[in-house]
């Protein structure tokens, strides 16, 4: 008897063995008559030696403790002849276990149902993977001054506190995390509300209010303009901290949407704009860039939730890194929705992190990160123009504009009005014109070239359009997507 397939019990107790069906492969399944001790055509393996005394088949799992009952069953008569008194604590045991495991009816349905939900957790374990947790420790936690930083060198004994400079934790407040947590959200306690608020303005203005994001202390920056940062934080604090409000209210204001146009007085004025004397122009960042082509082709999903998914990536890199023992030593490309997810459940290696969101500054997650370096290189030209996520993007972009008007300024609108959200000027749409006119005629000479451009990526082109048209369309909307202004907001 065994509670799982390759398991084998002797005498009750499981041994290091395991079924061989090295006839019957994977499948026991069979049509023909069930057989103890011979094989089909007669052939006997008990030879009259062996007298087969019993045979239990069972429609659910047997745990350990019922399988060793079913072993000594033989030995429970003895058992039950003996007078009371002369059974021992052993003996006693075996009895208990033999009555709630075989007769009492209870603990029989409370044993039926305990193998049900045994069942729906192997199922919830299979969806996911062991993870570790913090328990509080039940003594006061304590720690010692170290006199100028030596370990060995102790000083007075102190316990959990809030710094003297900020307001103190209410004194019926657990010191621990709770605690801590419920100080941060009180509405007397002023840093996390500015800090929060001065990183919210960073991501969207480009340059916190406080310009040294991840230092507050008095070797940060100074804020530049400091009521704004108390009203922001009390507002916050007011809206019973609700973020969507402030984000609302900072992307609606007039300073957000007044137009980035330097004239030479705002220039003289206010060089860096930290006074926002027009409006911010910053590059975006590396995941919205990518979500930027996906969603503008339609190739964006909607889904949310769910386990991390791989995207294109080129091969090598996490190969290049792994150790021999590692489980993401090799790279599995997803398929269907999941190369179109959103670049927030790319699953992410640390020591080799995506490579076109690396180009455009995504931080390798090594470490801490509040502020992300902006720069401006050729390799993100290239990135734009050659990884297969933004060719495939670019021809699903011109495959619906191409389907959306057979005029070449409306094409051209449809692209623009989602990449950069406006039209082209006549000047614009000259050079587009040129440009769409020498492509069609370099690939309907060469076909081969079209037909090559229009098949990258994992989803089929459409058929109902010619490749050299929609070949020469996908380099027009590839060159849009690379202008600054596409991916600058």
């Not at 005498?11 to 395991?18: P, S």
């Not at 006693?92 to 729906?120: C, H, M, V, W």
């Not at 137009?259 to 060089?271: A, F, H, M, W, Y």
Request: aromatic fraction near 6%; include cysteine; charged fraction near 25%.
């Amino acid at each position: 008897s065994g509670h799982q397939a390759s398991a084998v019990y002797l005498d009750g107790k499981r041994v290091n063995a395991g079924a061989d069906p090295n006839t019957v492969g994977g499948n026991i399944e069979t049509r023909v008559p069930l057989r103890l001790g011979a094989r089909e055509g007669g052939a006997s393996k008990l030879n009259g030696k062996v007298a087969l005394q019993d045979f239990r088949f069972y429609r659910r799992l047997l745990d350990a403790e019922e399988i060793a009952s079913l072993s000594t069953s033989g030995l429970l008569q003895h058992i039950v002849e003996l007078p009371p008194e002369e059974r021992t604590k052993e003996q006693l045991a075996s009895l208990y276990q033999y009555f709630i495991t075989n007769i009492d009816g209870p603990s029989r349905e409370i044993r039926t149902g305990l193998d049900k939900l045994k069942s729906e957790q192997r199922g919830l374990r299979g969806r996911g993977s062991v993870s570790l947790v913090m328990e509080e420790n039940e003594s006061e936690p304590f720690a010692h001054v170290l006199t100028r930083g030596v370990y060995t060198d102790k000083a007075e004994r102190v316990t959990p506190d809030t710094p003297a400079v900020l307001p103190p934790m209410p004194a019926d407040a657990p010191k621990n995390r709770l605690g801590l947590a419920r100080w941060l959200n009180d509405p007397a306690n002023p840093l996390p509300a500015r800090v929060t608020m001065n990183r919210t303005w960073y991501y969207l203005f480009g340059t916190g209010i406080v310009e040294s994001n991840d230092d507050f202390g008095i070797m940060g920056a100074r804020p530049v303009n400091p009521k704004l940062l108390d009203w922001l934080a009390a507002e916050f604090i007011e809206s019973k901290w609700n973020y969507r409000h402030m984000l609302r209210l900072i992307v609606t204001s007039a300073t957000y949407r007044q137009s980035g146009v330097v004239t030479p007085e705002k220039l003289e004025k206010d060089p860096s704009n930290r006074l926002l004397a027009r409006g911010p122009r910053i590059r975006l960042d590396a995941e919205p860039i990518r979500d930027l082509a996906l969603a503008a082709s339609g190739l964006l999903s909607a889904k949310t939730g769910g386990p991390p998914v791989k995207p294109y990536q080129p091969e090598g890199i996490w190969e290049a890194v792994a150790m021999p023992q590692s489980n993401t030593r090799h790279y599995k490309q997803d398929s269907g929705e999941s190369l179109y997810r959103r670049s927030l459940y790319t699953m992410w290696k640390r020591s080799a992190a995506p490579a076109t969101l690396e180009i455009f500054n995504a931080p390798t997650r090594e470490s801490f990160c509040v502020r992300r370096d902006r720069t401006n290189t050729p390799l993100q030209a290239l990135a734009l123009l050659n990884d297969p996520q933004f060719i495939e993007a670019s021809r699903e972009l011109a495959a619906l504009a191409i389907k959306s008007s057979s005029d070449t300024a409306a094409r051209t609108d449809f692209i623009t009005l989602r990449l950069l959200a406006r039209v082209l000027g006549d000047e614009e749409r000259k050079v587009v014109g040129e440009s769409l006119a020498s492509l069609l005629e370099n690939f309907r000479a060469k076909p081969d070239e079209a037909i090559k451009l229009i098949t990258t990526g994992a989803k089929p082109p459409p058929q109902d359009i010619e490749a050299p048209e929609l070949a020469a369309w996908t380099m027009v909307a590839s060159q849009i997507l690379n202008l600054d202004e596409s991916i600058t907001r």
